[in-house]
């Protein structure tokens, strides 16, 4: 079975560009999540999203938005790019909404020039 | 209230040893406490995970000690090996209406000489 996949592997952007961040979850996982990792740190929470509907939103500014489409994958948008996003973005999904196991992609490195 | 945090932040063990990493939280409310490896350029795999109803679990060379009273739980890696070398995150998580999200320490990095 293919693990979380991401999409693109790598980015750079331009400060005040808009990227758009893809994943694909496990075969069967309709909950995916957001994390935002700068180098050196834990991942942070972005977004929590089941069904389709946003369940979970952490501390980030609304210039970061996301979706999940009916086959479960979802987007993040970032707007109006800082230098400060430049982080490992990652992907991670659970079969169901519940406090379980979560398979994390192996991540879109983005680098904002 | 939400933090978790995670000591030490770089660890160097020789091979055949025993690393110990060890992390704090305050929110009692959580419930589920898991243990993430982390390659470079590699997102997080779970490596093993606990529920404060039991103090320990253990799955081939590694172990996870919880002291609910204390807030305190620690990873142990027996005979580590140079394949260990990694960073190792702590993390923890409740069932929320506002999304399971997890709450990560900030990282240990563990180097294991041969």
């Known amino acids: 079975d293919a693990g979380v996949t991401q999409s693109p592997t790598h980015l750079i952007k331009t400060r005040g560009q808009q990227v758009t961040l893809r994943c694909s979850p496990i075969?069967?996982?309709?909950?995916v999540s957001w994390y935002q990792q700068v180098l050196g740190q834990g991942p942070q929470f972005i977004f929590q999203?089941?069904?389709?509907?946003?369940?979970g939103r952490g501390n980030f500014p609304d210039r970061f938005s996301a979706r999940q489409f009916p086959n479960y994958s979802s987007e993040l948008n970032v707007n109006a790019l800082l230098l400060g996003d430049s982080a490992l973005y990652l992907c991670?999904?659970?079969?169901?909404?519940?406090?379980?196991?979560?398979?994390f992609g192996q991540g879109t490195r983005l680098t904002v020039v | 209230q939400q933090q978790v945090k995670q000591s030490p932040q770089s660890l160097i063990v020789q091979k055949g040893g025993i690393s110990i990493i060890n992390c704090a939280y305050e929110?009692?409310?959580?419930?589920?406490f898991p243990w993430y490896q982390q390659f470079p350029g590699k997102g997080p795999a779970l490596l093993i995970a606990?529920?404060?109803?039991?103090s320990e679990k253990k799955e081939g060379r590694f172990t996870i000690s919880f002291n609910k009273s204390a807030k305190q739980f620690s990873l142990h890696i027996m005979d580590s090996q140079p394949g260990d070398s990694a960073t190792y995150f702590c993390?923890?998580?409740?069932?929320?209406?506002?999304?399971?999200?997890?709450?990560f320490g900030e990282g240990t990095q563990l180097t294991v000489n041969p």
């Open positions: 991670a999904t659970r079969p169901q909404y519940m406090n379980t196991e979560a398979f």
């Open positions: 075969s069967g996982h309709k909950s």
């Open positions: 999203y089941y069904e389709k509907e946003e369940r």
């Open positions: 929110n009692t409310a959580f419930d589920y």
């Open positions: 606990i529920r404060p109803d039991v």
């Open positions: 993390a923890a998580s409740m069932q929320e209406t506002s999304g399971s999200r997890l709450t």
